[in-house]
């Protein structure tokens, strides 16, 4: 509660709704086990906390850090946060997807534009500061960002693709349980 919000379940929620939800979870789930391979899954929900409607808790499962955020890294870190749409897409179609459970988009613009100003699609943003309020992309900056934000969804939707049974199955658990610790 401390650090999520108030658990309040959402009544009445549609069936539908519900599936679209536990997608989405699931397809966040799948991306840490395969994205992540280092980290561990302490909790999968779908009820609400805060401003989320379900999230998916995970933390490093080694004992060092790894301070240092390579390119590789941020992709995979990106290819997290895209699953949860990806999941959405391949469960429950590309016209049924929704805005997105809770911060997922704004941590997308956000991450890519940190790669971006630390120069990860090339020279585009090396220099651009880190006051993002103030600043507006530059076009080619603005395509790469575009690219690796397409190029990652692809990868997860075709990793969600990959595991289809497990996500089948994990939605199911969350339809009928909520909540997998």
């Not at 949860?84 to 179609?93: D, L, Q, V």
């Not at 993002?132 to 693709?161: C, G």
């Not at 089948?168 to 610790?181: G, S, T, W």
């Amino acid at each position: 509660e401390h650090e999520m919000g108030l658990r309040s379940p959402i009544k009445n929620l549609a069936k539908e709704d519900k599936y679209r939800l536990c997608a989405h979870e699931a397809g966040h789930a799948i991306a840490i086990r395969i994205y992540r391979p280092h980290y561990r899954i302490s909790r999968i929900t779908v009820i609400r906390q805060g401003g989320a409607l379900g999230h998916v808790m995970s933390y490093p499962a080694v004992e060092e850090y790894d301070y240092m955020n390579t390119y590789d890294n941020m992709q995979n870190n990106l290819r997290v946060a895209v699953a949860g749409k990806a999941g959405e897409m391949e469960f429950c179609g590309v016209n049924e997807q929704t805005l997105g459970v809770g911060g997922d988009f704004a941590f997308i613009r956000g991450h890519l534009w940190q790669m971006a100003n630390a120069g990860m699609f090339g020279p585009l943003g090396a220099n651009m500061g880190t006051d993002i309020s103030n600043m507006s992309p530059t076009k080619e900056m603005r395509d790469a960002m575009e690219e690796a934000f397409r190029l990652a969804l692809e990868d997860a939707r075709m990793m969600v693709r990959a595991n289809r049974e497990m996500g089948e199955a994990l939605i199911n658990i969350l339809m009928v349980k909520n909540e997998l610790l």
